[in-house]
C-alpha cells in the first residue's frame, strides 16, 4: 500500500457521510465556489437489503454496513455486553435505521437555548426541520414539502397493533395524529423517511443529487485516522484506506461529522480531549478539552412480550416459505406490507409521574416476538411492547483505548446508574401491563412471556430489568454544544480553543431529545450548513 498520497486540497472537509454528513455534503457544495471533500470509511449503499425497509435485519451487525461496536460490560445491565450498530457506509446509520421520523419534544429545545446555546430553541430549529422535509400530507405550519427527505405513513397494518393502539386510549391516553408538532404526548403511529416503500437515507436523499457536481468529491473506504493541526487550527486529515494512505488538506475548515462514538475518538487519537485520557494513550495533547467522550446519554429500552391468539402476527408470516412469498409479492406489486416496517408500528408518549412537564416515556409496538435481538422469531403468534426512558439522568462515555485509530474506543453506557431511571422503567413496564389489560386486548388472551407474570411487584420489576433492559440505539452527546467546563463546542458548534474544526453531529446534543434522534440529526446539519456558510461570507466580508 502507497503512504504519504495527496487526496487533494479543499476548502471543507467533512469526515462521515452519514445522517449529518450527507446534508452537509450537499448544502456546503450547493455554490460552485466551494470545494468539497466528504470522506467515509465504509463503501457506496449498494446492498439491496439497505433500500428494503425490513432489511435491517441483515445491515445490522454486517460488517459491510456497521461498524459492530459492542459496549463494555454495563453494570447496570447486570454486567452484559450490548451490539452497539453504528452505519458504516454511505448514508451511515440512516442507511440502517429504523427509518423513524421523530423530532422529539419542543421543550427539548427550549431547554437547550436555555443553557445558554442562542438560537436553538424549537422556534429556531423549526424552520430546518421544515426545509429538508417533503411531506407526503403537503405543506403547512410545522411541516414542509420540496424538501429532500420523504416523509411518509406507515403502509402496513396488523389489527393487534390497532387494539394495542386503542386499549391505550382506553387507559387515558389522548390520540396523537402527528408527533412532530412540538407536543408529542399521547398515542399513534410512527411517521418513517420513505418514498412509495424504500428506505429514503441521507444518501439518498441529499448526497445523491450532488454526487455528479464537479466541486464535491467523495471518499468512500477512507477512514480518517487523525486530524493534522497548524498551532491551534485543523488544516487537514491523515487518511487510510483501499486507496492507500496519505493526508487531504482544508483551507477554511474540517468538519467532524462521524457521530456519537466516531467524532469524540477520532478528537482524542488526534490530541482534543481530557488530557489525562490522552496522556494514558500516549497522545500529545493539542487541546485539553475534558468534556470530550463524556455525557454520553442512551434511551434504555425495556420489551415486554406477549404470546397471543385469535390474530395473526408477523411471526407466523416470516417463519413460512408461503408466507415469505406473499410479503415480497406485496412489497413487488404494491410497496406496501411487512416488507415496509420500521421496526415498531405504534407509538407513545407517557409520564411515569404526573407532576412531570413533558413526557419521559416512550411506548413502541411492534407484531413479532422473539427471545433476543437476533433470535428467530417465535413459533406462536407474539407482539412486542416496549417502553424507552427518553430522558435518562445517566451519564456514559466514549473513550479511546490506545492511539490506534483501527482499535474500536470503550463504549460506557451506564444505564440506570442514576435510580431515577430505574424508577421509570418500572413505571414504564406497569403502563404496558395496564394497556394490555384494558378491554380491546380481551379477545386475544395475551400471555407475558418477557419479563413473565411472576415478576409482579415494583420490587420484582426493578429486579428483573437488568436482565432484560437494552437500548434502542441513539448514542448523542459526547462532544456536547455550550459554554461550561465539558462543553466541546460552542453554540455555532466550533469546537472551543481550535480554530476550522467543528462538529456537526448527534454527539453535540447537550441534552438527549424525547424520542428518536435522525430527524434531530439531520435538523443540526441544516442548521449547521447555514451558520458555516455566514462564517465564510463574513470572513470574506472583512478580507474585501
Not at 478528537?267 to 497522545?283: A, E, F, H, M, Y
Not at 413479532?368 to 430522558?391: E, I
Request: net charge neutral; glycine share 10%.
Amino acid at each position: 500500500m502507497a503512504g504519504n498520497l495527496d487526496f487533494g486540497s479543499y476548502d471543507y472537509i467533512i469526515i462521515g457521510a452519514g445522517s449529518a454528513g450527507c446534508v452537509l455534503a450537499n448544502r456546503l457544495s450547493a455554490d460552485p465556489k466551494n470545494k468539497v471533500c466528504l470522506i467515509e470509511a465504509g463503501g457506496k449503499d449498494r446492498n439491496p437489503w439497505i433500500h428494503l425497509p425490513i432489511g435491517y435485519f441483515y445491515t445490522f451487525d454486517n460488517p459491510s454496513t456497521d461498524w459492530r461496536f459492542r459496549t463494555e460490560p454495563d453494570p447496570g445491565l447486570n454486567g452484559r455486553v450490548l451490539k452497539y450498530p453504528r452505519g458504516k457506509v454511505l448514508g451511515g446509520s440512516s442507511s440502517i435505521n429504523g427509518m423513524v421520523y421523530i423530532r422529539g419534544h419542543a421543550r427539548d429545545y427550549d431547554t437547550w437555548a436555555q443553557m445558554g446555546n442562542r438560537g436553538w430553541s424549537w422556534d429556531d430549529v423549526l424552520p430546518y426541520f421544515r426545509r429538508s422535509e417533503d411531506h407526503e400530507k403537503g405543506e403547512n405550519e410545522n411541516h414542509g414539502a420540496g424538501g429532500e427527505l420523504r416523509v411518509e405513513g406507515l403502509r402496513a397494518n396488523w389489527e393487534i397493533l390497532d387494539a394495542f393502539h386503542d386499549a391505550a386510549i382506553e387507559r387515558g391516553m389522548q390520540p396523537r395524529a402527528d408527533f412532530n408538532e412540538g407536543n408529542n404526548e399521547g398515542i399513534g403511529y410512527f411517521q418513517v423517511t420513505q418514498k412509495g416503500g424504500r428506505r429514503m437515507s441521507t444518501a439518498r436523499a441529499f448526497l445523491r443529487p450532488a454526487k455528479n457536481r464537479p466541486n464535491l468529491t467523495v471518499l468512500t473506504k477512507m477512514r480518517a485516522d487523525k486530524l493534522i493541526f497548524r498551532n491551534n487550527r485543523a488544516v487537514g486529515v491523515e487518511l487510510t484506506g483501499h486507496k492507500g494512505t496519505g493526508s487531504a488538506t482544508a483551507h477554511r475548515e474540517v468538519i467532524l461529522s462521524a457521530g456519537a462514538v466516531g467524532s469524540p475518538h477520532i478528537l482524542q487519537i488526534s490530541g482534543v480531549g481530557d488530557k489525562t485520557v490522552l496522556s494514558d494513550i500516549g497522545v500529545p495533547v493539542v487541546a485539553d478539552l475534558t468534556g470530550v467522550g463524556r455525557n454520553l446519554q442512551d434511551h434504555p429500552a425495556l420489551r415486554t412480550v406477549y404470546r397471543v391468539s385469535n390474530t395473526r402476527t408477523l411471526n407466523e408470516q416470516s417463519r413460512s416459505l408461503f408466507g415469505k412469498a406473499m410479503m415480497g409479492l406485496e412489497w413487488l406489486a404494491l410497496r406496501r406490507g411487512p416488507l415496509t416496517i420500521p421496526p415498531a408500528l405504534v407509538c407513545g408518549f407517557a409520564r411515569s409521574k404526573p407532576n412531570l412537564e413533558i413526557p419521559d416515556l416512550q411506548i413502541v409496538c411492534y407484531p413479532l416476538s422473539f427471545d433476543a435481538t437476533g433470535d428467530p422469531p417465535h413459533p406462536y403468534p407474539g407482539f412486542t411492547a416496549g417502553v424507552c426512558m427518553v430522558k435518562p439522568k445517566s451519564r456514559g462515555e466514549v473513550m479511546a483505548r490506545t492511539s490506534n485509530p483501527a482499535d474500536a474506543p470503550a463504549i460506557r453506557l451506564n444505564f440506570f446508574s442514576d435510580p431515577d431511571d430505574l424508577e421509570a422503567g418500572v413505571a414504564g413496564v406497569e403502563l404496558i401491563r395496564k394497556i394490555c389489560s384494558a378491554p380491546s386486548m380481551d379477545r386475544f388472551k395475551l400471555e407475558e412471556t418477557i419479563p413473565g407474570a411472576r415478576f409482579e411487584s415494583r420490587d420484582d420489576i426493578a429486579a428483573s430489568i437488568g436482565n432484560f433492559a437494552a437500548t434502542i440505539f441513539h448514542p448523542v452527546g459526547t462532544c456536547k454544544m455550550g459554554h461550561d467546563p465539558n462543553a466541546v463546542v460552542d453554540d455555532r458548534l466550533r469546537v472551543h480553543g481550535l480554530q476550522g474544526l467543528r462538529v456537526v453531529d448527534a454527539s453535540i446534543m447537550p441534552t438527549i431529545i424525547n424520542g428518536n434522534t435522525n430527524a434531530t440529526t439531520i435538523m443540526i446539519a441544516e442548521k449547521a450548513s447555514d451558520m458555516i456558510l455566514e462564517d465564510m461570507n463574513s470572513m470574506e466580508s472583512i478580507s474585501a
